[in-house]
């Protein structure tokens, strides 16, 4: 199976000046702005690393719930976060670490298989594949918490 997703940005003007906006074939983002100061001075909009970050997240969550199963398992609640970090060295921006946090509510598991699990799920992760940086995992088990 091949499956082709595709999502466009348009710019025009200069790096620190001009104006972006990004849109994804669904129309869950259309025309979204973005711009030097959405991606480096916390202007309102968005950023391509927050895209990324939202990407990996959805797709780690994903990979965990497939290996849960395969794993005779069923998760009540998966919640990831992603930090994805750009960082500036010898005058060029690069992407240097993604951490991806999950908290999970899922019976009958214990704290180690679920770590194990979680690992596997973030090695498996399409998008942790392609992401040639160091990619860290927190996991913990929420099944105490209401």
């Not at 702005?33 to 950023?47: C, V």
């Not at 994805?84 to 690069?94: I, R």
């Not at 180690?112 to 799920?121: G, I, N, V």
Request: charged share 20%; glycine share 8%.
């Amino acid at each position: 199976m091949k499956i082709t997703r595709h999502a466009s940005a348009r710019w025009s003007g200069t790096l620190r000046e001009g104006k972006g906006a990004i849109s994804t074939e669904s129309g869950a983002l259309i025309d979204k702005y973005y711009g030097f100061r959405t991606r480096f001075e916390g202007e309102s909009g968005t950023n391509p690393e927050e895209l990324l970050g939202a990407a990996h997240a959805g797709c780690f969550t994903m990979a965990l719930s497939l290996v849960l199963g395969e794993a005779g398992l069923t998760a009540e609640r998966l919640t990831t976060k992603a930090d994805v970090t750009l960082e500036q060295s010898n005058g060029q921006f690069s992407i240097t670490a993604v951490h991806l946090d999950i908290e999970a509510s899922v019976p009958v598991v214990d704290a180690p298989t679920f770590l194990r699990l979680a690992e596997t799920a973030k090695a498996t992760c399409p998008l942790s594949k392609v992401i040639r940086a160091p990619v860290t995992l927190s996991a913990r088990l929420a099944n105490d918490e209401a």
